[in-house]
């Protein structure tokens, strides 16, 4: 069986450079192109890019992945600042490619993947919910895209529900303090050296407490996913938003 040709965009970056390793371990991936900031995208082209994983910057995402959907090549994104406009615009440039296909997962990590779905399972049942990230000080962006997605999950499963709005009676003494707002769920984004990437979801009923927790200790607790992502996203024309997609969660 021929190998799937690969290119990392993002390649010296923190996760670029575990996935340049990761594809290049690989036995049914070979590693084509790795491209850093400045780099020319035709390279993808020439060296016959089947699939590009995109590890870069949001700044620097939309670009590439016009690029990547222009040439015809799949693409798996880790990278974050994904609003509804931009996914409207990918979703235009997927329109006049459609057999291409776009894995955008906000987090490869299988503990993250499952914080979100039991997030989402546990949401009704509580009265109160606040998502807090944690991540190290280099980190691009705040809220992580991550506790974005989660706290997007709960709001829509709390809402189904018909859940009644959190009980908050404070008053914010100081702009920020409660946290940012996401579609009515606080999210809270502490940057702490020594850390990796870690997220609690803490839901509060009557007299209880549950916190669900996942920690990334390294960045290999992506690269299983990355690679479930290249696999399956050859065969999952247009867009795929989250890596559950492609597992089987139940
Ligand atoms: N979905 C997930 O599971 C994960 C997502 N991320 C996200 O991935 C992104 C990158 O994170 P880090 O590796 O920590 O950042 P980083 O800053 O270490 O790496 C980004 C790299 O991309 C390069 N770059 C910027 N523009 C480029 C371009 N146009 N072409 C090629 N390379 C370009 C930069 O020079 C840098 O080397 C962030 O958005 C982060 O939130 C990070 C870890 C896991
Ligand atoms: O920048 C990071 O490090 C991470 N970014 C992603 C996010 O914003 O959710 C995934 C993970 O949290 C690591």
Redesign the pocket.
């Known amino acids: 069986m021929s190998k799937l040709r690969v290119a990392v965009?993002?390649a010296?970056?923190?996760?670029?450079s575990e996935a340049v390793r990761a594809v290049e371990a690989a036995e049914d991936m070979e590693l084509v192109a790795a491209?850093?900031?400045g780099?020319k995208l035709e390279t993808l082209v020439d060296s016959g890019t089947q699939v590009v994983v995109e590890?870069?910057?949001?700044a620097?995402v939309m670009?590439?992945l016009d690029f990547c959907v222009r040439h015809g090549m799949h693409a798996v994104v880790?990278?974050?600042?994904w609003t509804d406009d931009r996914l409207a615009q990918l979703n235009t440039s997927l329109a006049a490619s459609p057999e291409t296909g776009v894995l955008i997962?906000?987090?490869?990590?299988i503990g993250a993947v499952l914080t979100m779905k039991f997030a989402q399972q546990a949401a009704r049942y509580y009265e109160s919910v606040e998502v807090v990230e944690l991540h190290h000080p280099?980190?691009?962006?705040a809220p992580?895209?991550t506790a974005t997605r989660t706290a997007q999950l709960i709001a829509a499963a709390r809402a189904e529900a018909g859940c009644a709005p959190q009980p908050d009676a404070t008053v914010t003494a100081l702009e920020g303090a409660r946290g940012a707002d996401v579609d009515g769920i606080p999210v809270h984004a502490i940057r702490l050296r020594g850390l990796l990437?870690h997220q609690e979801v803490l839901l509060g009923g009557e007299g209880e407490t549950l916190t669900i927790r996942h920690d990334s200790l390294h960045?290999s607790s992506?690269m299983p996913?990355i690679l479930l992502g290249v696999r399956r996203v050859v065969s999952a024309p247009g867009l795929t938003f989250g890596l559950e997609n492609f597992l089987d969660l139940g």
């Open positions: 965009l993002g010296k970056g923190r996760i670029g491209l850093g900031r780099d590890l870069t910057t949001p620097s670009g590439n880790g990278t974050t600042g997962a906000p987090n490869f990590s280099n980190k691009a962006d992580s895209g990437a960045h992506f996913g």
